[in-house]
Nanobody
Framework: QVQLVESGGGSVQPGGSLRLSCAAS??????????MAWFRQVPGKQRELVAA???????SYADSVKGRFTISRDNAKNTLYLQMNNVKPEDTAVYYC???????????WGQGTQVTVSS
């Protein structure tokens, strides 16, 4: 069982930066064995994958955020991060943290944090 709590969302101007955090509590398992990811969703659209990081810290990104966003994890702190630089209005969405157990393939979700990019 994993509980995920996102933080760091808010309002930012275009071109600005924001860092999201996702604190994980994993009873009966260790954080490092989860594949972690950030998704985002806007009203009326499907949730989309923004960035992912494996247990070995290999990363992947959606084309729309490559070169601007950086996903990272601190296994000692059970925390996932998303550094968002040079944000654009189209980055406005609710951002969700996700954890995927690499053995059972069970997935977990946080409650989401709102990011609004506007001048």
């Amino acid at each position: 069982q994993v509980q995920l709590v996102e933080s760091g969302g808010g309002s930012v101007q275009p071109g600005g930066s924001l860092r999201l955090s996702c604190a994980a509590s994993a009873s009966g398992s260790i954080f490092s064995i989860y594949r972690m990811a950030w998704f985002r969703q806007v009203p009326g659209k499907q949730r989309e994958l923004v960035a992912a990081i494996t247990s070995g810290s290999a990363t992947s990104y959606a084309d729309s955020v490559k070169g601007r966003f950086t996903i990272s994890r601190d296994n000692a702190k059970n925390t996932l991060y998303l550094q968002m630089n040079n944000v654009k209005p189209e980055d406005t969405a609710v951002y969700y943290c996700s954890a995927l157990h690499i053995v059972t393939m069970r997935s977990y979700w946080g409650q989401g944090t709102q990011v609004t990019v506007s001048s």
